[in-house]
């Protein structure tokens, strides 16, 4: 977790603010399938509580503890598409908690939304090749890595359990890298290497501490 701010590890599957109009078009709108099972509720607020969780879960890829928390901007395009004139109506529905679960239950049936551990070998693999092939850091491995499973409609796992996937995930793949560079060395080159990170007499750092930082500003 500690390569997450604490900004991001409390947005995490969260509306961070109302989405853009563009991504509102693009994620928001409801299709036939949408409205098939939409139309099967009783009731307005069903209706509106049901499109919200579905176009949440696929903007966030996960359902929130509180359906009703989204942007002003989410529940007024929903609710337009819907041709329900009165929103506020949605706040009837938080009176039945077993209705928001089996809600969610069928929003994951009839949309194909899978359970993280399904695909957790195969998101490790992906963030192995990423960590392997890219030399990114944690967090943008972590940003992605929702984004990986967004696409793929699989349920995002808690924070912790993915930021410490990823971290232990790249930290063996950076190991392992190392280890394979290490091994096309040759003793020379080792020797050489080793002499890098020996400080001088009289100096306070080593050679490629001093290379690191690069030559210091004319005048100084």
Do not use: C, N
């Not at 997450?4 to 994620?27: F, H, S």
């Not at 949440?56 to 928390?69: A, K, M, Q, S």
């Not at 090749?129 to 030399?135: D, E, N, P």
């Not at 080792?190 to 306070?204: H, K, N």
């Amino acid at each position: 977790m500690e390569f997450l701010t604490d900004e991001q590890a409390v947005g995490y599957g969260r509306y961070a603010g109302p989405p853009a109009r563009a991504d509102l078009d693009r994620m928001f709108l409801l299709d036939e399938e949408d409205l098939a099972p939409i139309e099967r509720r009783r009731g307005e607020h069903m209706k509106l509580d049901f499109a919200l969780q579905l176009v949440t879960i696929r903007w966030l890829g996960t359902f929130l503890e509180d359906p009703l928390d989204v942007p002003v901007e989410v529940l007024d395009f929903v609710a337009e598409q819907l041709g329900i004139a009165d929103p506020s109506q949605v706040k009837k529905y938080t009176k039945r908690t077993k209705t928001r679960f089996d809600h969610q239950w069928e929003i994951r049936r009839v949309r194909g939304w899978k359970e993280f551990t399904e695909v957790e070998a195969e998101f490790g693999a992906w963030v192995a090749a990423r960590s392997w092939t890219s030399g990114d850091g944690p967090k943008a491995i972590f940003t992605d890595g929702v984004g990986w499973l967004r696409e793929r409609k699989v349920l995002l796992p808690g924070v912790t359990t993915l930021a410490r996937l990823v971290a232990k995930i790249r930290d063996d793949t950076t190991r392992r890298l190392w280890g394979v560079l290490e091994g096309l060395l040759s003793t020379g080159q080792r020797y050489v290497l080793d002499q890098l990170l020996e400080m001088p007499a009289g100096s306070r750092t080593s050679d490629l501490e001093r290379w690191r930082k690069g030559p210091p500003p004319r005048g100084s």
